[in-house]
């Protein structure tokens, strides 16, 4: 019908589809969704693109398939969700990267299926610069964690927007979470940050 009513014999189209107006919450809304469609000449999207003309490195998510985790998450009583790959390897969450304390070992993620969030950056090097000299972790290790692995932590945490928030259950069960010391620390390293 788009193509019909710009009266063309071609077109290229680029489709958006929100949670819904209003603020920029992750969370899918009642009756709130919207869809928008751009209808172009054929090409005109390729000539134009950011891409095109600026050869940066651009950080892109798919923002539906974030907000349908982060509300079924919700649903179940959790917070934004945390995505694992067909191999059973936790990737990150909605809107956060996700971090394990196992034993006394800081582990991210390699940043080669997820975004290098730039809160999970700093993290890393305050860590490895802070906490690992002080013999508060041991070591720091960028790998993937399976989620039975991951159910044996001490602390897992989610990464993202300046904010560090400690993982309490995964999949129902209880994390050890010991006293919470390494988030605390992390925490308070990123409200410094952010003064």
């Given at each position: 019908q788009m193509k019909e009513a710009s009266k063309?014999?071609?077109?290229?189209f680029k489709i958006w589809i929100t949670a819904g107006v209003g603020d920029f919450s992750i969370y899918l809304r009642k009756n709130q969704a919207q869809l928008y469609v751009l209808c172009t000449?054929?090409?005109y999207l390729k000539e134009h693109s950011p891409e095109k003309k600026q050869q940066t490195m651009m950080k892109t998510t798919n923002y539906m398939k974030n907000s349908i985790m982060a509300t079924i998450s919700r649903h179940k009583g959790g917070y934004l969700g945390i995505e694992v790959d067909s191999k059973g390897n936790i990737l990150e969450a909605a809107i956060a990267n996700v971090a394990f304390i196992y034993g006394k070992t800081?582990?991210?993620?390699?940043?080669t299926k997820t975004l290098p969030g730039t809160t999970a950056i700093a993290v890393l090097r305050f860590v490895e610069n802070e906490l690992v000299p002080k013999g508060i972790v041991d070591s720091v290790e960028r790998r993937f964690l399976k989620v039975e692995e991951a159910k044996d932590c001490q602390e897992i945490l989610l990464l993202g927007g300046n904010a560090c928030v400690p993982v309490l259950y995964l999949d129902g069960q209880a994390i050890c979470n010991n006293d919470g010391s390494i988030t605390?620390?992390?925490q308070s390293f990123l409200?410094?940050?952010g003064e």
């Open positions: 063309t014999q071609e077109a290229d000449t054929p090409g800081f582990i991210l993620p390699p940043f605390r620390l992390v409200i410094k940050e």
